[in-house]
């Protein structure tokens, strides 16, 4: 499942979009720890959300594509769509309810394993990797212990919300995955549509199986969830989708590391958690740890990979 390597050169529409996403996807924590509302609602409704609004304009001039993600060779593409959306509402299955459990610097950082977890996948289909990947992962794990250590002796509230952060890392690295794959020949509006469909489908049955309550919430909760549609989902999630098709998804990972000191400067000025000493230790080996392995894998991934050109029909985000 590698892909692609060459790609166009960088716009700065592209940066801009890469700019935002991160400042976008940095209040998410801060947000979901604020809301009153089920974890899994959250989640739900800022997919459902996004996808009422991305559907009317992406029906509307993408018809063609959607047709073409269900006949022949398109059909692989489209089963990527899906598998994101699977893995995103995993993702956010296990994510979304860690924010409420830990700290938000906490639940940031370990869901920014992220880049470690995609090394492994790496290694499973058979790619070999570089010392200095295995270094990183070494110095990310080491910081991620110091990192959840400064929460074990809290409570073991805190500490589940340090388990589900990992695995919620663990899910965003295969929803990257199968979205840079999808991104290769499919456009942002089709791919996130689907995605998102996708994901706000299964956390739907989720929520109803598990009697998740869904509505009643008070205005400053719908408040918290808009800002959470209009922020972290289209403006973050989408962005970085739509860099995809000119950014790999490795360096996405990097920037995505971002959110880690954003999150956690927000919690401290919004929510007044304080980031801990050993916290802040954690997190930056977290940080160099994961810069290692992402930057390792991606200079590894040039030299063993031949350029491929990007297909035509890669559009980009017309919205």
């Not at 990183?136 to 073991?156: F, K, L, R």
């Not at 690295?173 to 089709?190: L, N, Q």
């Not at 994901?199 to 869904?214: E, K, S, Y």
Request: net charge positive.
């Amino acid at each position: 499942m590698s892909p692609p390597s060459d790609r166009p050169s960088l716009d700065p529409l592209t940066t801009g979009a890469v700019g935002l996403a991160v400042v976008a996807v940095s209040s998410s924590g801060p947000l979901i720890a604020y809301a009153a509302a089920p974890a899994l609602a959250i989640a739900f409704w800022r997919n459902l959300l996004a996808v009422a609004l991305l559907s009317p304009f992406s029906l509307a001039r993408r018809r063609a594509e959607f047709r073409r993600l269900t006949v022949g060779v398109g059909r692989r593409e489209g089963l990527f769509c899906v598998l994101s959306g699977v893995a995103l509402a995993a993702h956010f299955a296990t994510w979304v309810p860690s924010a409420q459990l830990t700290s938000v610097a906490a639940a940031t950082a370990l869901g920014a394993t992220q880049p470690i977890w995609q090394g492994l996948i790496a290694r499973a289909q058979g790619r070999r990797l570089p010392l200095v990947v295995w270094i990183g992962v070494a110095v990310a794990a080491g910081g991620a212990v110091i990192a959840t250590g400064a929460d074990v002796g809290v409570s073991g509230r805190a500490v589940a919300g340090d388990l589900l952060a990992v695995t919620g890392g663990i899910f965003a690295a295969v929803y990257t995955a199968f979205g840079e794959r999808a991104r290769a020949s499919i456009s942002t509006t089709t791919y996130t549509t689907i995605c998102y469909g996708i994901c706000a489908a299964i956390l739907l049955v989720v929520c109803l199986l598990g009697g998740v309550r869904l509505v009643g919430f008070d205005p400053r909760t719908w408040l918290a969830i808009l800002a959470l549609v209009a922020g972290a989902q289209l403006l973050g999630h989408s962005m970085f989708n739509y860099a995809l098709h000119k950014i790999s998804a490795t360096t996405v990972s990097v920037l995505i590391l971002l959110e880690v000191p954003g999150a956690a400067l927000l919690g401290w000025a919004w929510l007044h958690q304080v980031p801990r000493q050993y916290a802040l230790v954690g997190m930056a080996l977290l940080l160099v740890g994961v810069a290692v392995v992402v930057l390792g894998g991606a200079r590894a991934g040039r030299r063993a990979t031949p350029p491929t050109p990007l297909p035509a029909d890669a559009a980009p985000l017309e919205s």
